[in-house]
């Protein structure tokens, strides 16, 4: 119980990583659409000569421009102005001296990285840190650009941070107080992910590593020579510290991204068993690409894969059991309103492709769990999912816990 709800808290990627790159990797037009080219110019003129009011070309132009990119995914965008201030501001920070990337996630100020060579380096911030206050005060729920104003200064002064760290070295350290605690005697491990939208995708392979002997943990694939990295166990962590301990993965729709990055790892290399309710299937890297000193494409450069191969992108991860969360007295309200990835108008399709009822099945009654809110609340079970999980590992013996359920 005391592992899951820590391991809840481990930080993994995020909903949308953004990576900086430059124009010079942008694909150069092909000659062939010289056609398409022209028909958009025929439009161009023809608006500018017959509509009923008239139009100037910037309004045309961006509309031209946000057309394309609707027409690709729901992540891509184009980004000037204000608009791109901001961005800039969550990314580059701009703390004149700090060194510091950053993102607002829940009320909180979280690092995406630090400037090599920087103070915040320097000062061992890590991606994935959250600066909960500033010079002893604490700024969580404030808005980002105020707590980005108050680390700005000049050069010389200097401001104290207070650092949060979720993510692996949290999850290894209640590791070491369960084992002192249980006085060495641990049957099981429950790793909680459920809800949890991502972090670093640093701290995904780090998580990942360290419950993994050997293999890959997971890759990215793009268009570009530069997209297609691939990262392994055993390069942050030696060894498993479970030892091989039969372990389980809750997940459900709000698990994304870098959680389904190791929720996928440990699933392809069976060393758990993954429960609860298919995740969200965010699987794919945004790009920011600058155009100019004053405009970017956000695009969507590269997808995730799973060790298997499996994209993460709109199919999500699918439980090897499917365990609906029955505690919830609200379940069937919320289950017409939630949202994965799937459901997003104009999602980058599964590269592989998937029939539209392998990411429906989830909702379908399963005979097996019938019971009531009430009636779980009567046995005094709060967690359904939690409950289920546990019950698994008391009755599953160490030598086929990681068997893949099927």
Do not use: C
Not at 104 to 129: C, L, N, Q, T
Not at 196 to 214: C, I, K, R
Not at 231 to 248: K, Q
Not at 263 to 280: K, N
Request: net charge negative; aromatic share 6%.
């Amino acid at each position: 119980m005391k592992f899951a709800a820590l391991a809840r808290s481990a930080a993994l990627v995020t909903a949308v990583a953004l990576i900086p790159a430059t124009t010079a990797s942008m694909a150069q037009v092909d000659g062939r659409a010289g056609a398409e080219f022209s028909k958009v110019l025929g439009v161009y003129q023809r608006i500018k000569a017959s509509y009923v009011d008239p139009v100037d070309d910037e309004t045309l132009m961006r509309g031209m421009i946000d057309g394309m990119l609707a027409a690709l995914d729901p992540h891509s965008g184009y980004l000037d102005g204000s608009d791109l201030q901001r961005l800039e501001t969550m990314i580059d920070g701009n703390y004149s001296g700090l060194g510091l990337s950053v993102v607002a996630e829940d009320g909180a100020v979280k690092v995406i990285s630090p400037f090599r060579g920087s103070p915040a380096d320097i000062a061992g911030i890590k991606a994935g840190d959250f600066i909960t206050h500033l010079d002893g005060r604490l700024i969580v729920g404030q808005e980002l650009d105020e707590s980005v104003a108050q680390m700005r200064g000049r050069e010389g002064t200097s401001i104290q941070l207070t650092i949060f760290r979720p993510g692996r070295d949290d999850v290894f350290t209640a590791w070491e107080e369960m084992k002192a605690e249980a006085t060495g005697r641990i049957d099981g491990l429950v790793l909680d992910l459920r809800s949890n939208p991502g972090g670093s995708l640093d701290e995904a392979v780090a998580l990942s590593d360290l419950f993994l002997t050997e293999g890959r943990i997971v890759s990215q694939r793009g268009r570009a020579r530069g997209e297609n990295i691939a990262y392994d166990a055993e390069t942050v962590f030696r060894g498993d510290i479970a030892g091989g301990l039969p372990m389980v993965v809750l997940i459900d729709a709000g698990s994304a991204s870098a959680s389904e990055i190791v929720a996928g790892a440990l699933q392809d290399h069976r060393r758990a068993v993954v429960m609860g309710e298919r995740s969200f299937g965010k699987g794919s890297v945004q790009s920011l690409l600058p155009l100019g000193r004053d405009a970017a494409l956000k695009l969507t450069t590269a997808r995730y894969f799973t060790p298997s191969g499996h994209s993460v992108q709109e199919g999500g991860i699918d439980p090897d059991i499917t365990v609906p969360q029955l505690s919830d007295p609200d379940l069937a309200k919320r289950a017409r309103f939630q949202m994965r990835e799937s459901d997003l108008r104009g999602h980058l399709i599964n590269e592989i492709g998937i029939e539209d009822d392998a990411v429906e099945k989830d909702a379908r009654d399963d005979p097996r769990f019938q019971q009531t809110a009430e009636e779980l609340e009567e046995q005094g079970i709060e967690d359904f999912q939690l409950h289920y999980a546990l019950q698994t590992l008391r009755r599953t013996s160490p030598m086929n816990i990681a068997a893949r359920a099927k």
